[in-house]
């Protein structure tokens, strides 16, 4: 999965908005180092991360947003991929209510074994460690949450186009961006409305892109529900 600070690595000591609730960041002193493009060098980095067990966007827990959406969710045969799927509890949730085609991958392999371990009963197929972008398979629902805004902001429209090509034919993309200024600085690397418009509006139908009215309390405000259908 993905970011640690809204702002930056230095001396992180201050309230975040990756946490299940305000706390502050004791993650140490950390240069600003925005993650490598290479495939190996970001394996590299996302594993560390969890080795180090610097994983401050992991809030323990499937949120709000992501939890009202699959409760209406009534096709339970849909073939879902969750990317940069961390710990996975969007994935648990999926799999507590009886979904049958959810996928998982992430660049870190260790977040993905302790998955496999945790779900023994589901074939090792829906588990992908693996980079993104080199995934080769058809979806009908991608679930995005914290993964945007870890990639390298270099490749926004590497993302876009991969989403799409993902997709099935009224496929969707589905999930939370964050609304801050993009600066150098990350991950998180932020964004804002009409930048997610102009990245998506050829490649997707813009169904919904709106404030988030229930994010958890630390990324209140901070956060754009989205339902983007492919075109």
Not at 52 to 65: A, Q, S, Y
Not at 68 to 78: F, G
Not at 97 to 118: M, R
Request: charged share 20%; aromatic share 14%.
């Amino acid at each position: 999965m993905i970011p640690l600070c809204e702002s930056n690595w230095l001396m992180v000591s201050r309230v975040v908005v990756f946490g299940s609730s305000c706390f502050s960041c004791s993650f140490g002193s950390f240069a600003v180092i925005v993650p490598p493009l290479g495939a190996r060098g970001l394996m590299s980095y996302w594993e560390n991360r969890y080795t180090t067990n610097e994983t401050g966007w992991d809030v323990g827990e499937i949120t709000t947003p992501l939890k009202n959406y699959i409760d209406q969710i009534n096709d339970k045969n849909l073939k879902i991929l969750i990317p940069g799927a961390g710990n996975g509890y969007e994935f648990d949730y999926f799999i507590s209510l009886g979904f049958t085609n959810v996928y998982v991958i992430d660049i870190a392999k260790q977040p993905i074994e302790n998955l496999k371990q945790k779900h023994l009963n589901l074939s090792t197929d829906y588990f992908i460690h693996d980079d993104f972008f080199s995934l080769n398979k058809k979806f009908d629902l991608i679930l995005e949450q914290t993964f945007f805004c870890a990639v390298n902001p270099k490749l926004r429209k590497d993302y876009v186009d991969k989403m799409h090509d993902l997709l099935n034919h009224k496929g969707k993309l589905v999930g939370l961006l964050f609304d801050f200024p993009l600066t150098s600085e990350g991950p998180p690397f932020g964004g804002s409305e009409q930048e997610y418009l102009n990245l998506f509006s050829n490649h997707f139908e813009i169904k919904t892109l709106e404030k988030c009215y229930n994010s958890i309390k630390p990324r209140h405000g901070k956060e754009l529900f989205i339902n983007f259908i492919k075109k």
